[in-house]
DNA sequence: ATGGTGGCTGTGCCA
């Protein structure tokens, strides 16, 4: 199964590259981040016309995320227990069956948490910890699980282009990447990482000439569960994605392939 | 070191 992630910076604005790229890659699933609308507003009519079945959990102006599936989708659960008090739109979990059996998918945006330290950093490193309980109780089932999107972390230096300019980032704390050690140390893989050990690839260019000098960072993420790694065939970064387009997301999607 | 762009909103917020 082609299993998928990408932060679009609006479904709406990003309408037609999605679809093209859809066509082009298609992908069993396509986890979505930032797609920044109500569930009402969601484009779903021009995703099921090519085969995508959507679940959504959206939110007006900010954040927002969906899953798209060409396979047959359950136990759609939007959240992360927790904090009743969260309103903001960023995880949506998903039962997906394969043809070789099932998968639990999540489509994540973790906080930004800038500027760092105040409110906004705290918020990100709890939040991390919740989606870290859930990574947690998820094991249980010893069934395969892929907690795929927009971490906002930046793992080590040799996943940012410039890892100096981020060194006050909220993206390249101590903190945020122990939380995401935090989570992999329950037994959960890096997918891109385990087959790629060098440094280089990149997932996000901000919209600030970035691209152009290939000033990256690599912050989006695929995290396999036991049972999932041992079903991996393939991961790569879409780079070509950014290029695509004349008003690209500011990220380009990442690609799992399991045997499942 | 700074400020640059983009999306959605509503003349600012968030990234």
Request: net charge neutral.
């Amino acid at each position: 199964m082609k299993i998928a992630t990408w932060n679009v910076n609006s479904v709406k604005a990003r309408l037609e590259p999605a679809l093209t790229w859809l066509k082009h890659a298609a992908p069993d699933v396509l986890c979505l981040q930032e797609i920044k609308t109500i569930d009402e507003n969601f484009p779903r009519d021009a995703f099921e016309a090519l085969g995508y079945a959507c679940a959504v959990h959206g939110q007006k102006s900010y954040n927002g995320v969906a899953i798209l599936s060409k396979r047959p989708m359950e136990d759609v659960t939007p959240r992360l227990h927790g904090d009743d008090a969260d309103d903001h739109a960023r995880y949506l979990e998903a039962l997906i069956t394969g043809k070789n059996g099932v998968v639990r998918v999540a489509s994540i945006y973790a906080p930004n948490g800038n500027p760092q330290p105040g409110p906004k950093f705290d918020y990100k490193l709890a939040w991390l910890e919740r989606l870290r309980k859930r990574a947690k109780t998820l094991l249980r089932a010893e069934e395969p699980v892929v907690l795929m999107g927009d971490y906002n972390i930046i793992p080590e230096d040799k996943d940012a282009d410039r890892p100096k300019a981020w060194v006050k980032d909220a993206l390249f704390q101590p903190e945020a990447k122990a939380a995401l050690r935090r989570i992999e140390n329950l037994g959960y893989t890096d997918a891109f990482r385990a087959l790629h050990t060098e440094g280089g690839h990149y997932t996000f260019w901000d919209y600030f000439g970035s691209w152009e000098r290939n000033n990256g960072i690599r912050i989006d993420h695929v995290l396999l569960s036991p049972a999932a790694a041992d079903r991996l065939q393939n991961c790569h970064i879409e780079r070509a994605v950014r290029g695509a387009s004349e008003k690209p997301s500011d990220h380009v999607p990442v690609v799992v392939e399991l045997a499942i």
